[in-house]
C-alpha cells in the first residue's frame, strides 16, 4: 500500500526559501519517478516538479530557477527547494508517483494523495 507523508511547509516571506519533503513507502522507490504537486485555493491541483529514477528532472515553467527537487533513494525521501518564492507560490504541496516523466504530468490520472503540506508566502 503506497503511503505519501508530506512535510516542512510553513510561513514565509516573499524572496524566502523552504524545503518540504515527502517521505514514500509501499513502493519501489528508487526506480520511480517522484513528482511534487500544489493546489491553490479555489484552483486545480497542478504540475510543479518530477525527478525520474536516474535523476532527470523537469518543472513547470513558473518555478524554473526557482525551485530545485532532489531525491534520496536511501531514504525514499523527495525533496523540493523553493527559493525565491511569491506570494503566488502560496498552495498546499503534494508528492506523487509516476511511471515516467511525461506521465508525471498527467495529474487528472493519479488516484492516490497524501494530505499534502501546506506553503504559504506572504507578500
Known amino acids: 500500500q503506497v503511503q505519501l507523508v508530506e512535510s516542512g511547509g510553513g510561513l514565509v516571506q516573499a524572496g524566502g526559501s523552504l524545503r518540504i519533503s515527502c517521505a514514500a513507502s509501499g513502493i519501489m522507490f528508487r526506480s520511480t519517478t517522484m513528482g511534487w504537486y500544489r493546489q491553490a485555493p479555489g484552483k486545480r491541483r497542478e504540475f510543479v516538479a518530477a525527478?525520474?529514477?536516474?535523476?532527470?528532472?523537469h518543472y513547470t515553467d513558473s518555478v524554473k530557477g526557482r525551485f530545485t527537487i532532489s531525491r534520496d533513494n536511501a531514504k525514499n525521501t523527495v525533496y523540493l527547494q523553493m527559493n525565491r518564492l511569491k506570494p503566488e507560490d502560496t498552495a498546499v504541496y503534494y508528492c506523487n508517483t509516476a511511471t515516467s516523466l511525461i506521465a508525471s504530468m498527467s495529474v487528472s490520472d493519479m488516484d492516490y494523495w497524501g494530505k499534502g503540506t501546506l506553503v504559504t508566502v506572504s507578500s
Open positions: 525527478m525520474s529514477s536516474v535523476g532527470t528532472t
